[in-house]
């Protein structure tokens, strides 16, 4: 008789433990996950039927209708089509991504950029590449989920250390110093679920003292932080200092792929051999058209207005939040000599602590109008929810104000019903 597998390989999906979470949550209606949009991502959406003022979303400029930016994807469109039907080797290079690489490089002040097709891949295509086994990567433990992909796949030794301590990440380096291979430190330099800022001064220090190389993942900080806004590494001065920057297009860039700027050779090299820049379709022309535009607008004189509204908004809708008795999570550590209360990112969470009390809240919120992200576990520590909120330089003072009022009244009936919520300082 032939011998058969001894399990099903789908097994897995029918007893995935948090799939009953999910059936149970489903029943109250409290999941917050794939809800559906019916306009475009703005301060106030049409979600599953209603307006809702948007605090839940990464168009940070609020660029994604700006009629330049969609004159751009329009046009790449009409010129190129829907999309290129192929990759970047073969067929799918047009002059805008060439021309995208080379304004990325000069906004970002390195020798040479790639653009990848989504922000995920330039971080997998790249620490997938440029590591091998034998190397060692260190990277904090808040890093983005993309970013232990591409360690993963490089098979080179991964080294974690605990969100932003920096003694944990020096007896790592010391550690790394043993292990043979090159050494690699990976930070987010804006943490996208805590809204904190990555020590990068310090860290270049250390880098620096144990021969390590820096990659920064500048996916919240470019387009935001920074007076030409290229990102934390330009917030925090060390822009000649990190190796590899990194960044996508989903966000303040209003459209979709990613990209990695860096050292003339390090670009080629990933060019000729980074698997998930060589075997996917090259983005579709309307992306590309659309970054570029976006960028464009970025780096005008009304761009630099809008990184400064931006901030001013999440400046005041932190403070809000904060008179109203909510644990906000402050950006930390500061740059030097920065007052505490100037140095914002967009994302401002609020700590809530147990995830089904964060879900109740959610959906207290959505019920009100107001949509927000939830950070449960594992995105967080355990016992650590957050209601993960962002501001956009087009909200105005009366939507937010409208959404801080929510809020308030959200937390008093839950507070009624169920206890106190965290508060400011813890
Ligand atoms: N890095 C960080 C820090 C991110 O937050 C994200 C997206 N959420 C990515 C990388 C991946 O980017 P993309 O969505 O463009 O694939």
Not at 67 to 96: C, F, H, K, P, Q
Not at 159 to 184: A, C, I, W, Y
Request: glycine share 12%; charged share 25%.
């Amino acid at each position: 008789m032939t011998a058969r597998a001894q399990v099903d390989v789908f097994e897995k999906a029918r007893t995935f433990e948090r799939l009953e979470i999910l059936r149970a949550a489903r029943e109250l209606d409290l999941v917050p996950y794939f809800r559906v949009m019916e306009s475009p991502a703005r301060p106030i959406v049409e979600m599953e039927g209603a307006a809702r003022i948007m605090l839940g979303g990464n168009n940070y400029l609020g660029l994604t209708e700006d009629e330049r930016v969609i004159a751009g994807a329009r046009d790449a469109l009409e010129r190129y089509g829907t999309g290129m039907t192929g990759s970047r080797l073969l067929n799918g290079t047009t002059a805008m991504h060439l021309e995208l690489e080379a304004e990325i490089a000069d906004w970002m002040g390195t020798q040479d950029a790639i653009v990848f097709t989504t922000g995920h891949q330039a971080n997998v295509g790249t620490l997938g590449t440029i590591l091998a086994p034998g190397d060692t990567v260190i990277v904090d433990s808040g890093d983005h989920a993309s970013i232990l992909d591409g360690c993963l796949l490089s098979r080179a030794k991964l080294r974690p250390f605990r969100h932003n301590r920096l003694d944990k990440l020096e007896k790592m380096l010391e550690r790394s110093t043993q292990d043979g291979g090159g050494v690699l430190v990976v930070v987010d330099g804006v943490f996208s679920m805590e809204g904190d800022i990555a020590a990068l001064p310090e860290i270049c220090d250390l880098c620096e003292r144990y021969g390590a190389r820096l990659m920064v993942d500048e996916a919240h900080g470019a387009g935001v932080l920074g007076a030409r806004g290229a990102g934390t590494s330009e917030l925090l001065g060390v822009e000649d200092r990190v190796d590899l920057r990194m960044g996508t297009f989903s966000k303040s860039l209003a459209s979709c792929g990613g990209f990695l700027a860096g050292d003339a050779d390090v670009i080629e090299f990933l060019r000729i051999s980074s698997r998930a820049f060589l075997f996917t379709a090259s983005g579709v022309p309307a992306a590309t058209g659309a970054a570029l535009a976006a960028l464009r607008v970025i780096r005008s004189d009304e761009g630099r207005a809008l990184l400064g509204r931006v901030l001013d908004n999440a400046r005041y809708w932190r403070d809000g939040l904060e008179e109203r008795g909510f644990a906000v999570v402050a950006p930390q550590p500061l740059p030097p000599g920065a007052d505490p209360a100037d140095v914002v990112t967009p994302i401002v969470p609020v700590l809530i602590g147990d995830d089904w009390q964060a879900g109740v809240l959610w959906k207290a919120l959505f019920d009100r109008g107001v949509f927000v992200n939830t950070a449960l576990h594992p995105a967080v520590p355990p016992g650590g929810a957050l209601l993960r909120t962002s501001v956009m330089a087009t909200h105005d003072r009366p939507m937010l104000d409208r959404a801080l009022e929510t809020f308030s009244t959200v937390k008093a009936e839950f507070e009624a019903q169920h206890g106190p919520l965290p508060g400011p300082g813890e």
